[in-house]
């Protein structure tokens, strides 16, 4: 019986490049999820192990970030374009290339009916929810978002944390701040413009993301509850939880390009986790908290 390779390819899957091109005060976002996939003679690496004609998937990946600083992205097809060509045009063995790009919307956050400059929402993925609780012949509603991105690519600082032996993080003072709210708040009452409230609740607390200078996410969850709170005197209580969903800057100093601030590695996990709930001190007080949420 005789064994051989047949069709091949590889790459790098789903890299996530986030670009912040910075016009002034203006802020425009492209985020992408970039794979790469090389064809050719590639026979040599799987059968004896030899590798000179293997182009390292980590170069591919490279190469996306450094082609993203090195240009405008501009659309995706050309971007895409762009890519397949080099890895086609540089590599004497490549002789095919499949380059796929996912670009995720974002719309700017509306503050006061204008579009702001460097916050936005990501768009799609947003539910509205409700959990009603009938106890004792009461009703309890708590209702909330889930799945509403944000992001922020300036206006966000995190310094001054301590440092021990095991600490690694650099303190910043302009760095991008996302998250994705899940935010549930409890109703006092139940004769309430449901709709109204949901709109104007999720309004301030997108106004507030967007235009509070932010010091730490922890912050920016308070001061997210506390609007709301501040108000909208139908709610008792508001709880948050928001991923940290870090954005790191991609090193380009290797290839002889500068990076200030325009290309991101956005990493899914781990992810820092800040919780919080924000209460009226004269809220009645449901019992259990947990049994109506
Ligand atoms: O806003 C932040 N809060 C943290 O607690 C934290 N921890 C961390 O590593 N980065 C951040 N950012």
Known sequence: MAITLGP???????????????????????????????????????????????????TQK???????????????????????????????????????VDEHGWDRIAVGGEPHDHAFSRSGDERRTTAVTIRDGRAWVVSGIDGLTLLKSTGSEFHGFPRDEYTTLAETDDRILATAVTAKWRYEGEGIDWAESHREIRRLMLETFATKH????????????????????????????????????????????????????????????????????????????????
């Open 8 to 58: 091949n390819q590889y790459g790098k899957a789903e890299v996530r490049l986030v670009t912040v091109r910075r016009d002034g005060p203006v802020h425009h976002l492209k985020d992408l999820t970039v794979s790469t996939s090389l064809r050719g003679e590639l026979a040599a690496t799987h059968l004896t192990g030899d590798n000179a004609g293997v182009l390292a998937t980590d």
């Open 214 to 293: 932010s010091l730490s996410l922890q912050q920016t969850l308070y001061a997210m509850g506390a609007a709301v709170l501040e108000a909208r005197p139908e709610v008792a209580e508001v709880r948050l939880s928001l991923p940290n969903k870090h954005h790191f800057l991609v090193d380009l100093s290797p290839f002889g390009l500068k990076n200030d601030n325009e290309v991101f590695y956005a990493a899914d996990r781990p992810y820092g986790l800040i919780e919080g709930t924000i209460l009226r001190d004269d809220a009645e007080d449901p019992g259990p908290a947990w049994d109506i949420h």
């Open 62 to 100: 490279n190469t996306v970030y450094a082609f993203a600083k090195e240009a405008p992205v501009g659309e995706i097809e050309d971007f895409a374009l762009r890519l397949a060509r080099h890895f086609t045009g540089t590599q004497g063995n490549i002789t095919g290339a499949r380059v796929k």
